[in-house]
């Protein structure tokens, strides 16, 4: 939604984009404190969120023919992304939008 326009999908969008842009402001203000501030932009999950969605199903079926592993994101994949996030020497990433797809992103 942040940089993919989906029919049905404009508030989700919107809100994705504003998220984007106050990580990065975030970032940039908590820095002095030793703060740091990243977002996680996850590949389509099968979620009841997603499932309310109305053509959930197309973005589904496009997710997994577009992801080089041919799979969704799971919330597992998500989950592991964070702990990892949250782990000692992860000081210097900051402001960022880290994509937890598995390719989906890149392959188009």
Do not use: F
């Not at 989700?12 to 990580?23: D, F, I, M, Q, R």
């Not at 030793?34 to 109305?54: E, Q, S």
């Amino acid at each position: 939604g942040d940089n993919h326009a989906w029919y049905s999908y404009g508030a989700v969008s919107a809100a994705k984009a504003a998220l984007e842009a106050h990580t990065r402001q975030l970032a940039l203000e908590l820095a002095p404190l030793g703060i740091t501030v990243n977002a996680i932009r996850a590949g389509v999950t099968d979620t009841p969120a997603l499932r309310k969605i109305p053509g959930h199903e197309k973005m589904i079926e496009s997710a997994k023919a577009r992801n080089p592993h041919g799979r969704l994101t799971t919330p597992q994949d998500v989950a592991r992304a964070l702990v990892a996030l949250a782990s000692p020497g992860t000081q210097w990433i900051t402001g960022n939008v880290i994509g937890v797809d598995g390719g989906e992103e890149i392959a188009g």
